[in-house]
């Protein structure tokens, strides 16, 4: 076939060939580097005239490529360890393993942190709340004790009120007593000089005047807003108790008391 007859269909065949035995056999396939290496820079630097008729940058580039070839290909192929190949890849795969270990860590250690963080932050946000509450908790008991203090002061006040109150009552009535004792006394002044002067009265008339005169002297009690008079002793003269004579008694308009049952 004219295929065949054409050189450069060879040399794809040869690539492929040589990349089977490369990986198979590392070894063999360098010394057939080395050789082939040596052997075809010395057929084109000795006696291929087109070679020699090139260039120097061509030439070059020729040059470089070759020893590349001959470096990673020869001595790598000659030089390779499939043990060693292997114990390198089993490294390569630790450390790769023992990266990703340590990322997990990493990763690990983050998300704790940024629970840590956000733990701390939820209880510092708690513990200021708790503090504003108890601040305004202070604040609102202050408020009542002041309210409550004032409002004693104002009960206090209105006590000490009704009691000057009470008392000034208390001065009044005394008052009162004592002009209705005086008015009283001159009224009966009046009478004994009438009844000395006129010998003429009758019996029945001494008697009575002499009987206006006891209830004159006798004493009962009475008290701020009562409406009855009470003898000394009565229950209803805890609060207040005013003396004041029989007679002014039921000249005020006294009913007497019906539970002590005072002289009438």
Excluded at 57 to 73: D, E, Q, R
Excluded at 204 to 220: C, E, G, L, M, P
Aim: a positive charge; charged letters at 25%.
């Amino acid at each position: 076939m004219n295929i065949f007859k054409k050189k450069i269909i060879f040399i794809p065949i040869a690539i492929i060939l040589y990349l089977i035995l490369y990986s198979t056999s590392p070894q063999i396939a360098g010394v057939v580097s080395v050789v082939g290496t040596l052997v075809w820079g010395g057929y084109l630097y000795i006696k291929n005239e087109k070679f020699k008729a090139r260039g120097k940058i061509f030439k070059t580039i020729t040059t470089i490529g070759m020893v590349l070839f001959f470096i990673t290909f020869g001595i790598g192929g000659l030089t390779y360890d499939p043990a060693k190949s292997e114990q390198t890849g089993l490294t390569s795969q630790k450390v790769i393993a023992e990266q990703q270990v340590d990322k997990a860590r990493e990763e690990k250690a983050k998300e704790e942190q940024k629970v840590k963080e956000d733990k701390a932050k939820r209880e510092a946000e708690e513990l200021a709340k708790a503090d504003a509450q108890k601040k305004a908790e202070e604040e609102q008991a202050q408020v009542d004790a002041k309210k409550k203090a004032e409002e004693e002061q104002a009960q206090a006040d209105a006590k000490k009120k009704a009691e000057e109150e009470s008392k000034q009552k208390e001065q009044a009535a005394q008052v009162n007593v004592k002009s209705s004792n005086s008015s009283t006394t001159g009224t009966t002044s009046n009478s004994s000089s009438s009844n000395t002067s006129s010998k003429s009265v009758s019996t029945n008339n001494s008697a009575s005047q002499s009987s206006n005169s006891d209830k004159q002297t006798i004493t009962v009690f009475t008290t701020n807003t009562g409406h009855k008079y009470h003898r000394d002793g009565c229950k209803y003269l805890s609060k207040s108790k005013i003396p004041i004579s029989l007679n002014d008694a039921k000249a005020s308009g006294l009913d007497p008391c019906s539970v002590c049952n005072p002289p009438q």
